[in-house]
């Protein structure tokens, strides 16, 4: 009996993890074909990068309230109707003829974005013992890696194989499989018990819930800050050809996925130590891109390293700001995508920053001054923890 057991809720955390892939693929997976569309279209490619621009904010914005606002429903029916979204309105946006029809069912989705990542965390921890949530959600996470790594060269390869539709279609196959997957294995989860919407944002009021937020604002701000221009970096300063670099990328995007299971351990374990030494990991990870950089091979064994530690820091995120308010998870699930992209946007502005002053030699300072700020209420948060 355990072991059936054992084998559904594997299936379903596989589901999610899969429902997830969905979601991001759909968000990222455009990224790789925007000029085409912009040609498709007869658009500015400045344009056709709304569709991933305006996404990004969509999400931002309904992190912190469209979880909340979800909470109060069945949580199966609310993962089916968001699936459902993106299901029809990628299929919309294969078939439109005008651009301002694709960019508004690329808005639409995004708000629903956050509930059904953050209600996929949330019903992967409680489908297991409290102990090993952060190996369920490690899970999940690794749908955020592969949906990041893979879901551009899968679109970008079917676009050039075949056409424009076909690559928007697959958008709307993967939510359709996941639509099917979650109305036939996913078991209904009836919410209990209802929190109120006012004892939710209570947990604002706690000075940790803040320090959790701004910590992870800072840590991913210096990762995805950086990591945002990486590419430039890579060709500029490494000396790296388009087609090397596309390689060494993607073996970074799939040393995520490892991180992710080395990260879903660890915080099973020995969460606090793990959570404290990353920002000085990625510390030494930049230095090291400054004195390195310029050569190819040494360049390519760190960006293995770092992209196992870039898969460890999206689990450490997600459970930082969890684990400091317990009692709400769909809402401080919604917080945690909202403070991730909050950190990639001012990292990426600061380092660009950066980048136009001094140059893209020295895009790591601003690494450097995102993880200050980092340690500062990292270390914060511990020490009010040990009190």
Not at 104 to 112: E, L, M, N, S
Request: charged share 10%.
């Amino acid at each position: 009996m355990d072991t059936k057991i054992k084998n559904r809720t594997g299936l379903q955390v596989f589901i999610l993890t899969v429902g997830v892939f969905s979601i991001i693929n759909t968000e990222m997976g455009v990224v790789g074909i925007l000029p085409i569309i912009a040609e498709q279209y007869g658009v500015a490619i400045s344009a056709a990068g709304a569709l991933v621009s305006l996404f990004a904010l969509a999400v931002a914005i309904a992190g912190p309230t469209m979880p909340l606002i979800c909470s109060k429903f069945e949580r199966k029916a609310v993962m089916l109707t968001v699936l459902g979204v993106f299901t029809v309105c990628n299929l919309i946006s294969a078939f439109a003829s005008e651009f301002w029809i694709v960019l508004t069912v690329r808005i639409i989705p995004a708000f629903f974005h956050p509930v059904y990542v953050s209600l996929a965390m949330s019903v992967a921890a409680a489908s297991v013992d409290n102990s090993q949530a952060p190996k369920a959600v490690a899970k999940v996470m690794m749908g955020v890696s592969a949906g990041m790594v893979l879901g551009v060269p899968i679109v970008s390869s079917l676009v050039d194989i075949t056409s424009l539709r076909i690559g928007m279609l697959f958008f709307a196959f993967v939510n359709g499989v996941a639509f099917l997957a979650t109305l036939i294995f996913i078991p209904r989860t009836p919410v209990t018990k209802k929190l109120s919407y006012g004892s939710q944002l209570g947990v604002l009021k706690r000075p940790g819930v803040w320090l959790s937020i701004l910590g992870v604002v800072f840590l991913n701000g210096s990762l995805f800050g950086v990591y945002s221009y990486l590419s430039d970096f890579l060709g500029r300063v490494t000396g790296l050809s388009q087609q090397t670099i596309s390689i060494v990328l993607l073996v970074y995007g799939l040393a995520n996925i490892v991180g992710n299971a080395i990260a879903g351990k660890a915080l099973s374990e020995k969460p606090l130590p793990f959570i404290l030494a990353s920002p000085f990991i990625l510390a030494v990870i930049f230095l090291l891109m400054l004195l390195i950089g310029g050569l190819p091979v040494p360049m390519a064994c760190l960006l293995l390293i770092w992209g196992i530690l870039a898969g460890c820091v999206g689990n450490i995120n997600q459970y930082w700001i969890s684990a400091a308010a317990p009692e709400a998870p769909d809402f401080a699930n919604g917080l945690f995508l909202a403070s991730t992209n909050l950190g990639t946007t001012i990292g990426s502005a600061l380092c660009g920053w950066i980048i136009g002053v001094i140059g893209i030699n020295w895009v790591e300072i601003g690494g450097f001054i995102m993880l200050a700020g980092c340690v500062f209420f990292l270390l914060f948060r511990a020490h009010e923890m040990g009190k």
